[in-house]
């Protein structure tokens, strides 16, 4: 596990898809506040952010993908 | 004297394991593996401490709290020689360092020709007439070197013996 | 500074109610209930003769030393024996009684060696100072019958010897090893005048013996003695701290003469260990003044520069304009900084605060990151705070204990005796573990329930245990309804209910009979107090923090929360882990656990540390590399942190410190990170500093200095000097001062102040006005956060999967005479229990791959390859393999993955897919590693620096 360009960004992904994984067995708002606030509470803005670029790799969860919406709109408003 | 089995670890397990669901049983296990290999081996400590859930410490204090117990089977015969209070008074001391001497071992000692094997006890109950002592199931008071030598020559001889 | 003495009761404290009041020597004294007639009479300032009783022990009455007369009885009754009672008139002293006691020590010294003033314990000797107590002026015997006087001397032990010919049978060692350690190793040989004491039908090297050294502080003569004593005579003063090892955080005696450790004894007034120790504390000190310790600032322009020795004022100045310099090329968040949890707390405080406040960002980690990260969340979540809920003294009280992925009797001793004790008492035992350690079974000590689960199941097995007792109606509905949220526990109760996590349904998941699951389940329901202490074996998974919320489920729902005897109890592996963490050194959080966005925090510590903090969270340890490895993070300082040892992926830490421009490694030993370092800053051991650490039950103890920093800084000091360098003040003459800022900015600590524990010892956090002396157990009553929140605890599997190529599970720990990287147990003679890391495999997997006992294996993962030595063991399962991580050489972590905890990152260190193999060479690693033990840990000769 080397550094291949790219390869912190899967991680990051992976990260997310992880955190995703737990709160799946809560309601779909729940879930969503749950990834969304321990994304913000844990990640630096820098993270967030390269999570948020991959937002349309196919590897990331869709409800990863959702919150990453969500965020986005957010940091818009 | 009985034949006793060589060290058999299987064997020796399952003497253990039979008597293990014993209430208190220690002591009846302790008895069977010197019955069956003349005395309690080093490498059955272990295993009676892994089935009593003990210390092989405690094993080992067991084993040697009480003098029936041999790490090693005893020579064909056994000398006990008393060495309580009443006996030392008679002079026991000088008498055993004496013996120890002559046969060339040290307590719990077996002779180079694995005849006689020397066990100090504590008392055997003869107190009015020491030194005593015990030559395999025959108790001696008054004892002396002389004495001694003469009775331990009468046992190896085959004729007396069987 | 004088020797501190600690009175000795000759029989234990008791604890009661009730009093009882009696006359001796004429003076009327009031004592508990059960209190023996010798502790009395010491409570009324006599001391009674003794040989066989001392109060950490039950009393024996062997000795009849401690004969007195009681008016109305018969006889001489010994006192250590006889409880006191109301209305009784004791005499201690009078003519009949000395002389019984001349008697019983002519006798006593008529068999024992007349060499006192050569002796070792020559002025600590109790059976000498009977001798002078009693009058003792002649010895009618003489030597000419037989005596002990020429019996060998067992110094197979590397820290103390048995000399049995001054052994007077007094049993105090057995019963120690006993009753204190709980370990059995000791028994007396023989009976009459033969009997000795003695370690099995071996050396004591050879026994069962664990040298916890409690045999050696009970003895009351020279009989087992410290080497160290032996070498070099009484200690001439001590002085009271706290030891650096693992989370029990037990206090000593640090004895002396001058600036020299003579002697570790465990402080009977110890709150953690109330005078009892384990093998590292109390002997393996030895690394703090070992002749690799690293005295001088040095620094190298690239890792493979021989290193230069430089001043002080060098150092530091090359480290702020290299951290000046790379903030200005790459960006303010391009450093960060790493705190100990071997350090003291005002020592973690400061690493973070000149992070946050001197390089102005908020990248700042600690090594709980890899250890209990998990911990910190979970219970923050469930029931508000970051720690565990009890003392360990709770244990006590607890009538089930659950252990869960900890081996205490190897990481936690001190703590396992007194759990020990207490289910030799009739607690019952729960063992969740893939190992059989040894609380599964060991003399006198059996689990109930073992549940040998696959690695990486933790979280199924809980949520089939809560699946038990919600279905079979064993919720403790008042508790919930009066503490808990109530939506929350429904939502949650419907989870548990669901087949899906039935017993039956992940058997084949986890391994374990689902007869064992529902049996522990209703156990730990069911059987009054049960208590859950946990360790890594919880943590270090993928579902770490899954993992920990699932306990606190658990306790929620049996109202095992609140009260001694029960609660969740996290056995934290280094000694200050609670501490760092409580001090703030995670990147989200200020100290005391408020996070960096909440603006009146911010704005309380700005104003105090005339700072700008920003608001939201930093680099994690993990983050750091990545980022490290992609450029953008540049240079770090590491205070007392190994992390090329103890990070998984060893390849990718290197990498990662390999990318870097600037590492500042400050440690007492040139480590596997100072491999890749530029500036190294000498450290400072427990010895040298004074401060605090706090341990796993919330303790704060304090460290004292008792000899003089070696690299002539402390450890807080030289980041005070590079904060300043930096050109960010700080200005503190003393920890004491350090701990005075951080009562007043954090409301947990408010209380706390090096005077307040110096008068009391120890106090537990929380601390302050509503809790002037601490907290022992918390949630009393009602949750920190206010309910207790139940939360939906699905099992994830790992990512990790085995397979044809990686078919075996590799799990890993640690032994007891280890500690962690090794770094300082390998440098005393603890190593002689443990010269090399091996490979645990079973049996039917070893025969399998044509392995025998000792073979040299090759043991590959994802990640890399190790060799390392094969231990044929049915301690582990078929399937399963385990080794240990404290030789930097074996490379354990080369092993490691990356996959780690969903919510802290905590590395997934339990659960790797390997496979096994003979071989006959090293791995590709592991040669490279001793090459580079030389070529990077060069340091050219002081004549080329000075030129
Ligand atoms: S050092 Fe500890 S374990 Fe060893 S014999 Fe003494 S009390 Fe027992
Ligand atoms: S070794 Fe010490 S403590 Fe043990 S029986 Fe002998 S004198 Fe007593
Ligand atoms: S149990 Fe832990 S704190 Fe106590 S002496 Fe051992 S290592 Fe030190
Ligand atoms: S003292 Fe020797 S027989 Fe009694
Ligand atoms: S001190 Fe009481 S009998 Fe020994």
Redesign the interface.
Known sequence: MTAAPGAEGAKLVRMANQIAAFFRSYPEATAQEGIRGHLLSFWTPRMLQDLCEHEADTKVDSLVRRVIVSLRTTAKG | MADYEDWDAARGQDIVNGLAGLEGATLPILHALQAAFGCVPRDAVPMVADALNMSRAEVHGCITFYHDFRAEPAARHVLKLCRAEACQAAGADALHRQVLDELGVPWHGTTADGGITVEPVFCLGLCACGPSAMLDEAPMARVTAAGLRAALRARDDPRVAA | MSLIKELDYGTPIRVSEQTVTLTIDGQSVSVPLGTSVMAAALHAGTQIPKLCATDSLEPFGSCRLCLVEIEGRRGTPASCTTPAENGMVVHTQNDRLAKLRRGVMELYISDHPLDCLTCAANGDCELQDMAGAVGLREVRYGYG??NHIHSAKDESNPYFTYDASKCIVCNRCVRACEEVQG????????????SRV????TDFFG??CVSCGACVQACPTATLTEKTVIDHGQPEHSTVTTCAYCGVGCSFKAEMQGNRVVRMTPYKHGGANAGHSCVKGRFAYGYATHKDRITKPMVRAKITDPWREVSWQEALEHAASEFHRLQAAFGV?SIGGITSSRCTNEEAYLVQKLVRAGFGN?NVDTCARVCHSPTGYGLKVTFGTSAGTQDFASVDQADVIMVIGANPTDAHPVFASRMKRRLRAGAKLIVVDPRHIDLV??????AQHHLPLRPGTNVAVLNAMAHVIVTEGLVAEDYVRARCDLAEFESWAR?AADPRHAPEAVEAQTGVPAAEIRGAARLYATGGNAAIYYGLGVTEH?QG??TVMAMANLAMATGNIGREGVGINPLRGQNNVQGSCDMGSF??ELPGYR?V?DDATREMFDAVWGSKLRP?????IN?ML??A??G?FRGIYIQGEDIAQSDP?T??VI?ALEAMECVVVQDLFLNETAKYAHIFLPGSSFLEKDGTFTNAERRINLVRQVMPPMAGLADWETTMALSNALGYRMNYTHPSEIMDEIAALTPTFAGVSFKRLAEVGSVQWPCNDAAPLGTPVMHVDRFVRGTGKFM?T?Y?AT?ERTGPRFPLLLTTGRILSQYNVGAQTLRTENIKWHPQDVLEIHPFDAESRGIVEGDLVMLAS??GEIALAAHLSERVQPGVVYTTFHHAKSGTNVIT??F?D????CPEYKVTAVQVRPTNRLADWQEQFADNEVALKRIAPRAAAAA
């Open positions: 019958g037989d370990t059995f190793a000791l028994t007396i040989a023989g009976r009459g005048f033969e003695a370690p099995g039908n026994s069962e968040d908020n079974r060991s003399p006198h000590i059996k989870f993928s923090s899954t990147p989200h996070h966005s939201e969270p930093g680099l994690r983050n990545d980022e490895v992609e953008r992926n390849h990718h990498a939906i699905e994830v990512e994802r990640s993955t990356e780690s969903w919510a802290t990152n």
